[in-house]
């Protein structure tokens, strides 16, 4: 009932023409029609991706966004600017950005509040430290995250919005979370946003787990009712890996 969505996470990776040829190659493949499959890069790739991937499934998305629509906010780029090129996701509070660039739960708001008005889909990305799952926090820090991002949102806007599960300890380290200790986070979340809005609206919301997801392992953490894909770095940085996670999400 709920559409599996793989997202790949580039980083600060790839060129334009990097990208373009990595399409090239998933282009070749017959993607499962039942995946949303998306592929978030760097602003300059953008524009070229979402041109080679016109009349193809393939989502195109961003890693970051402002909240306003414009003004003096040097580096920064709006969503209408994100429109304009093509894009119809974007990454808002991943744990690099929390931990290296200020993100904090009220900028999360505000780009998701941005990222839902001006038509993208925000994919929203909580998780604990390593310290905090220790500490025995992780629901608790979970919680805290998901209430503020969401703040605001209507039932219809929390159900375009994408949330992504990833503890920070599993981010990059090849030391994925187990898919039980996932889906017992995943669950969790869910019943959060049962709280805050209704069972129904729980229903419809995606919950993706991200931390070392690969082609190896995603087949137990789809397995798991309460996750519905992945948000992949590493392993999303090659084709073919790339078009094996999406695969394996049908
Ligand atoms: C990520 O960048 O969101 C991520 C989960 O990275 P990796 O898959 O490399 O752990």
Known sequence: MRTPVIAGNWKMHKTAAEALSFVD??????????????????????????????GT???????NVHWEEQGAYTGE???????????????IGHSERRAYFAETDETVNKKTRAALDG??????????????????????????????????LSSAEMKRTIIAYEPVWAIGTGKASTAADAEEVCAFIR???????????????????????????IRSFMAEPNIDGALVGGAALKADSFIQLVQAAS
């Open 119 to 152: 038509g993208l889909t925000p994919i929203v990305c909580v998780g604990e430290t390593l310290a905090e799952r220790e500490a025995d926090k992780t629901k608790e820090v979970v919680q805290t995250q998901v209430k503020a991002a969401c703040a605001g």
């Open 191 to 217: 019943k959060t946003v049962a709280d805050l809005y209704d069972q129904q609206v729980a229903n419809e919301v995606r919950i993706q787990y991200g931390g070392s997801v690969k082609p190896e392992n």
């Open 25 to 54: 190659e998933v282009k070749r493949t017959t993607l499962p029609a039942d995946v949303e499959a998306v592929l978030c890069a760097p602003y300059l790739a953008l524009p070229a991706l979402a041109e080679a991937t016109q």
């Open 57 to 63: 499934d393939i989502g195109i998305g961003a890693q």
């Open 77 to 91: 780029v709006s969503v209408p600017m994100l429109k304009a090129a093509g894009v119809q996701y974007v990454i």
